[in-house]
């Protein structure tokens, strides 16, 4: 993993001064607080901004950053290092947002690019999870206007929002496969008539990172709300959601990478029968595993990161990185639990956070059996099956 650029070695060495200086020290308090001080996280986007990490995943031409995929990689490795609380004050606004017309370019993707807005993408319901064509928040057409209602839940961000990106059924369509529902995303802002937003309940994974609970009642918006074209919001989200799970992958890899440094620390320096408990087998395997399946975990991230480049990333080649690095990074941390002894589970190592922060990974974004499933049916569909 050394055949970097100068430009992307440079970068590294910023994020990682970065990390050190700013996200780090303040890991442990926020874990225990169960949020973010208001101070701490605007200090982070503060920063971030001056340095040039604020929105470095969206173009320049629309005022971000410009990194490529393979740059941006190394920045979701070195923040998978800590909690989603802090890093996720390091705006990288939803690529979605490039599906903005001028005007709402002005109002929603210029604001977020430059740190004046946030926004939320609010995909999952109550009773629509992995089965997200169950959704039930519909729109009506009223006239010129859009009648909204419904709900969702564990939509997830580091504070408050200004607006969410809601899906929402707004008819059916007659597809080859029978009846499908026509999904649509629009812009809603926070504040307006009808539109309730609240935290929800607390996570132990990634604590201070907030979910809310959003519910539409008759909320009225105008057709210059939808986000792209009325019914292409599941063309919308599915083309960011697979970058997504690249960028799972990819903090997958760097969480994994510092648990095993932690892991290797304690195995070399706990003693027990006279000898560093690293010198026996049953430890010194765990280590070799979870070196080699981190290197695995690394090249899938990298060549589906290749295959995004050249435009030939399938559905797939996401889903196959997405289950192998969360699984991965999920026995990483158990094996150093166990490496740990009882001290894995005591609140004062970062171990037992790690674990905590681990679990995450193999739900959000898809879970590991959604993303078994569609690798099975990329094998099994082409047969007919
Ligand atoms: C902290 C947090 C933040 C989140 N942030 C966001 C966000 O910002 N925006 C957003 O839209 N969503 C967000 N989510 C939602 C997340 O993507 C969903 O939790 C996830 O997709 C799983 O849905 P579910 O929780 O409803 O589980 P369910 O769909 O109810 O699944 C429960 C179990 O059943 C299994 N299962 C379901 N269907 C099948 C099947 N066909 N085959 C095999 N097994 C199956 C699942 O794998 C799982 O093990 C967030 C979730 C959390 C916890």
Redesign the pocket.
């Known amino acids: 993993m050394n055949n970097y650029t100068d430009d992307q070695r440079l970068l590294l060495e910023t994020v990682q001064k970065f990390m050190a200086d700013e996200i780090y020290p303040h890991e442990e308090k926020v874990d225990k607080l169960g949020y973010v001080p208001e101070e701490i996280g605007k200090q982070i986007e503060k920063k971030s901004i001056e340095i040039g990490l604020f929105s470095a995943n969206l173009p320049q031409e629309v005022g971000g950053g410009g990194l490529d995929y393979g740059s941006m990689v190394l920045l979701e490795r070195e923040y998978g290092k800590t909690s989603h609380a802090l890093h996720s004050w390091i705006a990288r606004p939803t690529e979605i947002l490039l599906a903005c017309n001028d005007a709402q370019k002005e109002e929603y993707l210029y604001p977020c690019v430059k740190g004046e807005k946030r926004e939320?993408?609010?995909?999952?319901e109550p009773d629509a999870?992995?089965?997200i064509m169950s959704m039930k928040s519909n729109a009506v057409k009223d006239g010129n206007d859009w009648i909204l209602n419904g709900s969702k839940h564990?939509?997830?961000g580091p504070c408050l929002p200004d607006f969410a990106i809601v899906f929402a059924v707004t008819g059916e369509d007659d597809t080859p496969r029978g009846k499908r529902k026509r999904i649509t995303a629009f812009l809603v802002d926070v504040g307006i008539e009808g539109f309730d937003i609240r935290e929800g309940t607390k996570?132990i994974?990634y604590k201070g990172y907030k979910?809310f609970q959003l519910s539409f009642n008759d909320v009225r918006l105008s057709e210059d709300k939808i986000l792209g074209q009325e019914g292409n919001g599941l063309s919308l989200s599915g083309k960011w959601l697979g970058m997504g799970r690249i960028w799972v992958g990819a903090t997958c890899c760097g969480k994994a990478e510092r648990i095993l440094d932690l892991a290797l620390d304690w195995a070399s320096s706990r003693k027990q029968f006279g000898k560093p408990i690293g010198s026996f087998q049953a430890t010194g395997f765990k280590l070799a595993d979870m070196k080699m399946n981190l290197r695995a975990a690394d090249l899938l991230v990298r060549d589906a990161v290749t295959k995004a480049v050249d435009g030939i990333m399938e559905d797939q080649d996401a889903a196959i990185v997405k289950v192998f690095c969360s699984e991965m990074l999920n026995k990483v941390a158990d094996d150093t639990v166990q490496i740990f002894g009882g001290m894995g589970l005591m609140e004062e190592m970062p171990i037992e956070r790690l674990w905590r922060d681990s679990r995450?990974e193999r739900?959000?974004?898809?879970?590991?059996?959604?993303q078994r499933?569609i690798i099975t049916r990329s094998m099994l569909r082409p047969l007919g099956a």
């Open positions: 939320l993408f609010a995909l999952t999870g992995s089965d564990f939509i997830s996570c994974s979910n995450l739900i959000w974004d898809g879970t590991s059996e959604i499933h």
